[in-house]
């Protein structure tokens, strides 16, 4: 159909009762044993070389005939931008990956192969657009459903990751390969202050400033040197974690404010940040623009 508003016919209807094909069964076969070869190479016993390089070949013979019927089906549809973008996951249908060292080294993205390969078969059964349209009903349900523990799953590894740095020891290298214009820059703000600055008639004042900025930061490395301060670093990651893996689980993420928050062991930033807006109404006005300059 190319009337504009009008629902594209399908170029076939599938195997079932109607505009049946040959071709429409063919490809519902190879399909079938598409899936079938890649799901025992993935859940049986592994084939002997000489049955593995043969399962490589058919699967190449069965994805070089899916590209072939994909290039015709698209030619049919005149080339159009439309069709790749709904039957997108075809292309990775086409991918042969039926070979026995492949399979057993990448099992998650095999699996994921196969199901593609599944949704292919279910086109040529029931139809051209089964697919797309199940995963179209189906997408917002199913990110629902695994959103939340995905989020916890990626936040316990990012957590994981940064528990592997040292904190203290990496800004104590840092403030200490950076002294010399971290000192520069301390004295020049100490010089602009308009109450500090007075000092700077005082007698030996360089030399104070210098040292009192040289006892600060020698002080400081200390601090940051000490194995007592990589426990108090540990303590703030480890709640932190904790309080936000606690506020994910109960949806807090998802809302502007709930009640559930007095469950959480410390009162959260967000709650914070929102009472600090309302005590300060002036703190969140925009700074008003410069005045154009007349030429």
Known sequence: MTTTGRREAELNSGILPGNVHVDDWVMFVLAVVSVGGLGYLLFGSPPPADAGAWFFRADCVVCGIFLLDFLW?????GWGGAFPARNWYEVFAMIPVAYPPFVAQHHFLVTVLLLIRIGRAADRAVGEQFTYRLVDKLSEPIVRAIKKPVTIAVLD???????????????AKSLNENKVELRAIITEKLAADPQLGRFKRLPFHDEIVRTAVDASFRVLLEVLLDPRIDDFFSAVVRENREQIRRAVSLGLNEVDSSPEEDLLRTRPQRTAAHEYDLTHPLARREPPAPPLKRW
């Open 73 to 77: 089906r698209w030619r049919k549809r």
């Open 157 to 171: 590894e990012v957590v994981k990751v940064l528990e592997t740095g040292n904190y203290p020891e990496n800004l």
